[in-house]
């Protein structure tokens, strides 16, 4: 029995077709990131290894990469991760008081999953916006800037379709 669906192993063969056959590895990050949106947003050691094997390469070198880059989740996340800059400049523009306004109003601490499935919270080193602290970042698509907690609460209910917190 494999891990890898039909729909994974092109995933991976499309990365791989980017890169000498010498060259394998470099494809792990792209692979990883279409595997985990195929497995429900998450990648666990099953489909790690499978990963690796599949591809041929060490299963050592696609946990270096699954465990060091903050877009890999590695347990299971709400429908909408919450992804917050927690550095310096984010951290001195009072993404502090984003973090408690989040984990207050649902619930949730950092790297937990809220109640009702909908909200995952993760603290991230840097999203690369440091000039429009604090921000965060809704699953890998959405970048909300100049938060402050009115503007964290519009976003929670936006996201929950509306609903009063």
Do not use: W
Request: some cysteine; charged content about 20%; proline content about 4%.
């Amino acid at each position: 029995m494999t891990a890898l669906t039909d729909p994974m192993k092109k995933i991976i063969d499309d990365e791989l077709s980017h890169y000498p056959a010498d060259k394998r590895q470099s494809a792990i990050i792209g692979a990883l990131m279409g595997v985990q949106r195929e497995h429900g947003g998450h990648l666990d050691q099953f489909i790690i290894d499978a990963v690796a094997d599949y591809m041929d390469i060490p299963r050592i070198a696609a946990y270096e990469v699954a465990t060091f880059y903050s877009m890999f989740n590695l347990s299971p996340t709400g429908q909408y991760q919450l992804s917050v800059c927690a550095n310096i400049s984010c951290m001195l523009n009072g993404a502090d008081t984003i973090i408690d306004t989040i984990k207050e109003t649902l619930d949730v601490t950092p790297d937990g999953v809220s109640e009702d499935g909908l909200f995952s919270l993760k603290l991230v080193s840097c999203l690369g916006h440091c000039d429009n602290a604090p921000m965060l970042q809704v699953n890998d698509q959405r970048c909300v800037m100049k938060l402050t907690p009115e503007k964290v609460k519009m976003l929670l209910s936006e996201l929950r379709g509306g609903a009063k917190l």
